[in-house]
């Protein structure tokens, strides 16, 4: 599955806490006022029913899910995304700002749980028709810090998605590298952003590296 449209997806990754939420406001704003229409979106979820499966996961006294049974999920839940959101979005000219996507199974089912990068894709082509974002911004960040920040945000907006938050930092650490090495592999498809700056500085720098593919410059 190409996108072949006219519309244009961007994905957000990093850690937990590395910023994605925040950034994802404030450049669809930048995007909204350079004149596009911008749909805001996040995995896992983004429908209903993946709302549902988000839950399923995420709860801190979620189920047990072994680590194939989590990537099979967060596959329904991308999938019922892609095919009710995402692709008429695209169909329609939006751009699609998308806080996680495929980049997050690689890190955490694979990197993080130790599933086979081979079965993390071999799944992506099956499940997805191989539909890879156009451009994926990776928040770059100590884990530590941010998992800090993560778990005070949860705590405080009373939020029970703890599960992953919950795991050991050499887990997290393991999700940090993966995203390098994602971006490293994928360099026309990925930008790494500096993500212990403040939060105006990632938003322009990020809002700088979609402008620049928007009017085609660099590669698709
Ligand atoms: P998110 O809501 O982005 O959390 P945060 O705001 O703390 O960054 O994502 C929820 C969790 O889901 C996050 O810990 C990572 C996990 N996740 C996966 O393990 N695999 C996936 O494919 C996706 C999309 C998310």
């Known amino acids: ?37 911008v749909l805001a979106t996040h995995e896992p979820g983004g429908t209903e029913a993946g709302t549902a499966l988000r839950k399923l ?29 995402i692709l008429p979005a695209l169909a329609a000219g939006q751009i699609v700002i998308c806080d996680r996507f495929v980049g997050s199974t690689i890190a955490y089912q694979g990197a993080g749980r130790g599933l086979a990068d081979r079965t993390i894709l071999d799944l992506h082509r099956l499940a997805i ?43 997290h650490r393991r999700v940090r590298q993966s995203f390098l090495d994602q ?3 994928l360099p026309a498809a990925y930008r790494v952003i500096d993500a212990n700056r403040p939060p105006e500085i990632v938003a322009r720098e990020a809002a700088d590296h979609v402008r620049r593919l928007l009017v085609g410059e660099g590669a698709r």
Do not use: C
């Open 1 to 37: 599955m190409n996108n072949q449209s006219r519309g244009f997806m961007i994905a957000l990754e990093g850690v937990d806490g590395s910023g994605k939420s925040g950034l994802a406001r404030q450049l669809a704003e930048t995007l909204r006022g350079d004149g596009h229409s």
């Open 57 to 85: 996961v995420l709860a801190s006294n979620a189920y047990d899910w072994t680590p194939t049974a989590e990537l099979l999920l967060m596959n329904a839940s991308r999938r019922q995304h892609i095919d009710k959101v």
């Open 129 to 171: 028709e191989d539909f890879w974002p156009d451009l994926t911004l990776v928040l770059d960040i100590d884990p530590e810090t941010a998992l800090n920040r993560s778990k005070a945000r949860l705590e405080s907006a009373k939020i029970d998605e703890g599960r992953f938050e919950a795991l050991d930092l050499a887990f």
């Open 183 to 185: 971006a490293a592999t």
